[in-house]
């Protein structure tokens, strides 16, 4: 019985499907396989919160927009020392987290970053991209707060060099207080 090798492979791929959506196919010796998504969000409450925090504010993202953002604010923040819960706050005040949103005065992306501000940063992409505009959005807050401060240098991310009130770091403290709660419970 001759047997049609086009078939075969197109069993093979199914079989092979099959076989890891249920779980029974063998890994290599050294592959470990990913814990399941509740162990992860157990492993780290922080990703877990930032998830939930971005699927609440906008629930029209791609679970791989998510993915890129929680991704983006966790390394950015690392880099820039900054803490990722005040990262997603400024975002949460900004622009609800909408990588779409546009100023009237021309701010861009999730942290609101003005364009004249990343030129001089040379980062890779778009300035609206969610990666190259959550780094730019860090690297002014961990600058201002550098020299000025965390008060004042959240402050300054709003305002500029002259801070005008206190309305925009209250927001930003009350958003961040609200994710603290989250990640304390």
Not at 66 to 92: F, N, Q, W, Y
Not at 108 to 125: E, K, R, W
Not at 141 to 165: P, V
């Amino acid at each position: 019985m001759s047997q049609n090798p086009s078939a075969m492979r197109v069993l093979v791929v199914v079989f092979l499907a099959f076989a890891c959506l249920s779980g029974t196919a063998d890994t290599a010796p050294n592959e470990a396989t990913p814990p399941p998504v509740a162990d992860r969000l157990a492993e780290d409450p922080v990703d877990g919160l930032i998830r939930a925090e971005l699927a609440e504010l906008n629930p029209h993202l791609l679970a791989s927009q998510v993915e890129r953002i929680r991704a983006a604010v966790r390394g950015s923040s690392a880099r820039h020392g900054l803490d990722p819960l005040l990262v997603m706050s400024i975002m949460k005040v900004e622009s609800t987290g909408r990588p779409e949103a546009r100023s009237p005065l021309g701010a861009l992306g999730l942290m609101q970053v003005m364009t004249y501000m990343i030129g001089p940063m040379d980062l890779a992409g778009n300035p609206s991209t969610i990666e190259a505009n959550i780094e730019a959005g860090c690297v002014i807050l961990a600058g201002n707060i550098r020299r000025l401060g965390e008060d004042d240098g959240i402050s300054t991310y709003f305002w500029g060099s002259r801070i005008r009130g206190t309305a925009y770091l209250d927001k930003v403290r009350a958003a961040q207080d609200s994710l603290g709660r989250d990640v304390r419970s």
